[in-house]
């Protein structure tokens, strides 16, 4: 399909982008960011490139660049930051070259993509080639269809493939036999692209022994309480969108927490930096690696 046919709302690019609607309408009103089209009755409705743009902006916010600063940046300049941000761990030296691998996936041979794969997950083990080599290469596909180097279904295959590869490992883990450690619950209430991640959280944490409530999907954070009425856990994980700032959403995961008796609250794919204050059974993991340690420092 022909970049531009595609249209998006407003939630539409807060799912994709963790931005929420509100923040996306400041940036369009204080900075141009995005210039949305209207339908008739004035709802905002936004193309692809549109929807690539605000993704690249808030992957350089996420990164530390200021919003003022990201607004100054011409189109190109955008394209050329981002790119260069994402490449920083890149290590030319290395065996596994993400840019490299992802060539295998261009013309969707999943058979070739899957090969490319398998020799660093039968050295590494899925735990340690997914933190090393897959959530790697699922960020730099994303930054290539951001900056229109990959198409849109080449970047979704991708994700896919990874995917089946994830829930076949989970399919096959064996879980430790005897009593359950904890209990865990996963809510997934902002972000559609972090799917991969939560399967791998799923994993990790089934590996070690917990009995874990995956609910799969996205929903609204007061669904925390309705599944903790019906299946009482001790502790909660949640991805909850890396650009919600406002202290409220620490406030009331703190505040469900403290209510429930929930040990520890994790929250996934979050910046640290966006803690402003010291909050009770808070705990946050901006990547996979970071997820392990916590989930590793439970008791």
Known sequence: ???GL???SIKDLENFSGVK???IRIWEKRYRILEPERTDSNIRYYNETELKKILNVAYLNRNGLKISKIARLSDDELTQRVMTVSSRNDDLGQEFQPGKILMSAIRFSE????????PFINDQGI???????????????????QTGSLSRAQEQFVRNTIRQIMIIEDNALKVPSGKPRASVAMINTSDNLSDNNFLFYKYALKKRGYDVIFTGGILPANEVVEIYRIKPFDFLVVNSG???FAEKKFTYFSS???SLKIKKVILTDTPEQEVRKKLDRLLLTPDPERFLEAIDSLT
């Open 242 to 244: 890396a650009f919600d």
């Open 6 to 8: 595609n249209v998006f």
């Open 21 to 23: 609607a509100h923040t």
């Open 111 to 118: 058979t070739k993509f899957k090969e490319a794969l398998q």
């Open 127 to 145: 735990e340690n080639s997914y933190v090393k080599y897959l959530y790697p290469l699922l960020e730099k596909a994303r930054i290539l269809w």
């Open 1 to 3: 399909m022909e970049e």
């Open 256 to 258: 469900i927490a403290n």
